[in-house]
């Protein structure tokens, strides 16, 4: 193996909260364990184009509470390409970076298997998506700030739909995984959550209006986690029009305020774990492997099983907001 003395660092795909702390976390366990740090700016786009500036402790500054990215984050079609690969192996290697960290989700970790492989880069993952849907870790970097964001919206939603006794429909992100809609529907004490992982073995509308969701009450709320599986919140309100005309029904679409914000301390923590843990791995020679925790283990789980798209949801919680729905 080549001895690594500058480790590069990325966020790409979506941001998430808590990437700032996973880059504090990563460029100074790096710094403190004797190696140099290069910032790379907007994902694999500025590892494309050149764009790449050395860190210090103090470009990590006072970013640990702050939401977003301060490398900026992008999703590269030029990437995908052979030649954009080649494009950003040449820079890397200008830029005297021998291995990197890539923070990001499951299109980040697909790109970063690719790249590892074709260049044989030594590269470690951080999960960085709010969407949960990484195999391997328990939760992702974001998810818990996401859900606290969800949950603080759909307490206010829920004001409404009591006053005017009406059927919502929330729709969060999600891409395609559950665990915001299905958690979030647990934490607000929502009527019922519409889940992609089991869209295609029930009709989850009909089931929840034929179990009488408004046997006691008359205003529910329903999270929706977006996806074509769903019909997303849009779809399933046109079909209540049509199919159960005597609810008055409202779609509030929940969009990008679930990946603002000031991370959650969950968040700041697993971030900075994390981020060490990327730092440790290199050192252990550890080659693409996203960091994951496993009952608050940190754990290295190879990118090829991270990225299989299949992490299971606990489909125990649907019946646990079915029965407190009464
Ligand atoms: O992966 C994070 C995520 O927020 C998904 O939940 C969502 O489907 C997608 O990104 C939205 O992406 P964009 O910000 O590019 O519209």
Redesign the pocket.
Known sequence: MEKINCIGILTS??DSPGMNAAIRAVTRAAIYHGYTVKGIMRGYKGLITGEIVPFQTQNVSNIIQQGGTILKTA?SAEFMTPEGRQLAYDNMRKEGIDALVVIG?DGSLTGARIFAQEFNIPIVGLPG???NDLYGTDTTIGYDTALNTIMEAVDKIRDTATSHERLFFIEV???NAGFLALNGAIATGAEAAIIPEIATEVDQLAELIQNGFRKSKNSSIVLVA?SELTGGALGLAERVKKEYPQYDVRVTILG?I??GGSPSASDRILATRMGEAAIIALMEDQRNVMIGIDNDELVYVPFSKAIRNDKPINRDLLNTVKVLSI
């Open positions: 795909g979506g999703r989700g998506t709010i969407d992100m999600g891409r977006e990008h679930q990946r």
